[in-house]
């Protein structure tokens, strides 16, 4: 079954070209603090080596390399592990990634194991030599072997993640095992992540609540999240998203970035503490300005739908393209929903086509059913059913409800598939069972007509009944029908107009007719067939084939205006067009008339 996981985020930026080089964890360092430069007197290089080591905790790396430079000449490897560092960063001194690889290589010549470890990322990172992660793991590998810490998280993380080699579970829970034992915070998170998601371990929700709790403990912001996400989610422990909040609050005051996101979404939504969209807005652009591609994302969202704030879809846009520069998913979809449907610039929908696609390939649920979506109509992309079906396919496969919507939709009605009913009936039960309103709306129809499966007006109310409350128009409009119908229960006019009229309200087509239907008869309000014939030009703007039929009917018969046989014919025309299957016999019968 397709569950919500923790999120995996990327630890010290693997890949890029600022790796974590771990300054206090040298082979050899002194503990109880360091000595001040003052006091260093010569002959005691362990006092020089200490005061280095507080000058670079102190950001003076311009002093520590005065002090350091001395003992790499007399040839103490540690302080060549740690100049080697100050050359690397290019702080205080001139950055120099040959001197510091020279500098690695005699340490680690000398027997230092963490000097592997700075070679290797080196050599992942491309700094000083050709990037080259297989050759990275080979230096990982060897100071793993020697028992250091270091090598066996990075070598265990690079294999989970197939760095420079191929990707192998099991082998990545053996090495991160052997760094969590080592007090690697970052290899205790990994695990945990590990038994969340089955891999290289049997899947155990409560094991990986163990072990974020275990390096939360140590307060790792990573961790502290992952334990709000468990409760957040029930998993492991009984749902508390109180305490989820909680857990999220302590990993962003430990500057964990993603974790203001997850503040700022329990305040946009009062999960777990009182609703408060300003707090929501002021989460987001702590996020967005640290530089999370999901703060970014967050950020656009409250400028695109007004929260905590006025609405500004032209700002809304121009963060969505920096969330997307910053590798965001969720933007490409977001920015091609405002493409498609024109909000805050111009519509341009194969650009649109393009972003859904992009995300689609990430893996975004909600993309993969929009750009099938396009696929089956025609929208910014050459229309193909057949890969609109596969696409829908692949996103009800990852658990998407709308693409499982789509799945019933192309078997109902046989697009890029072999028409079935019983199929559609069951994707759309499939949908709707994770209440997806369209899908339920969809099942409702079907119960109501009785197509693959048994016709059940009671059933189909209800299912209207709870659509409407998850709020699809279409399922409130229908409510609404069944209600003034009196169709599986007792009649209600006036709710039924009401609901129908809060549908013609959304712009719903369907509702506007219907609305036109019922204000021209006067059921559930005053007869006014002029107010009835603006209801019908609204829906046939929408594109309402049966409100074109309308239109011609009420120009041919004089209701609400007067006769107008030319206008008339041109509404007949337009609605057979649209696919109305009566109107040509209503054109044919206007001429016969027009010719008496």
Known sequence: MFRLRIGDTPRFGQGGSNMLIYIAALAVSVADGAVPTASIEAGKPQDALAAAEAAVAAGEDSEAARLLRPLVERSDANAALLLAGVYNRG????????????????????????ALVEIGLMHENGSGVAKDPAKANTFYREAADKGDSLGRLYLGMNIRSGVGTSVDHLEAVRWLKL???????????????????????EENDTEALRLFRQCAALRDSDCERSVGLMYDLGRGVAKDEREGFRWFKAASEHGNIEAFVDVGHDYRYGTGVAKDEAQALAWYR???DAGSARGLTALAEAHRWGIGMKEDPVRARGLYEQAIAAESGPALAGL???????????????RAADLYRRAADAGEVDAIERYAYALANGRGVAKDLKAAFEWY?????????????????????????????????????????LDEPTAITNLGVMTFNGRGIDKDAKEARRLFERAAGLGDSRGRYL????????????????????????????????????????????????????????????????????????LGINH?????????????????????????????????????????
């Open 336 to 350: 091609g929903e405002m493409l498609e449907w024109g909000a805050g610039g111009d519509v341009d929908l194969a």
């Open 179 to 201: 760094a969590a034992a080592d007090g690697e915070t970052t290899a205790i998170y990994l695990l945990g992540v590990a038994h969340d998601y089955g891999q290289g371990v």
């Open 556 to 596: 041919s018969e004089g209701i609400g205006t007067a006769v107008d046989r030319k206008a008339a014919e041109a509404w007949f025309r337009k609605a057979i067009e649209a696919g109305d299957d009566e109107a040509a016999g209503l054109l044919a019968d206007l001429k016969l008339r027009g010719a008496d």
């Open 91 to 114: 702080r205080g001194v001139a950055e120099d990634h040959g001197e510091a690889l020279r500098l690695l290589r005699l340490a680690a010549d000398a027997g230092v194991t963490r």
């Open 286 to 288: 702590k996020a967005a």
């Open 479 to 550: 409510l609404g029908t069944m209600l003034i119908d009196g169709d599986g229960g007792a009649k209600d006019v006036g709710r039924g107009f009401a609901l129908i009229r809060r549908s013609a309200d959304d712009g719903d087509a369907d509702a506007l007719t219907q609305l036109g239907a019922l204000t021209e008869e006067g059921i559930g309000t005053k007869a006014d067939p002029p107010a009835a014939l603006g209801l019908y030009q609204k829906a046939a703007a929408l594109g309402d084939a049966l409100a074109m039929r309308y």
């Open 393 to 433: 396919r692949k996103g009800a496969g990852r658990g998407g409800a709308r693409s499982m919507n789509g799945l019933g939709f192309a078997y109902e009605v046989g697009e890029g598939v072999a028409k079935d009913v019983a199929q559609a009936v069951a994707w759309y039960r499939k949908a709707a069972d």
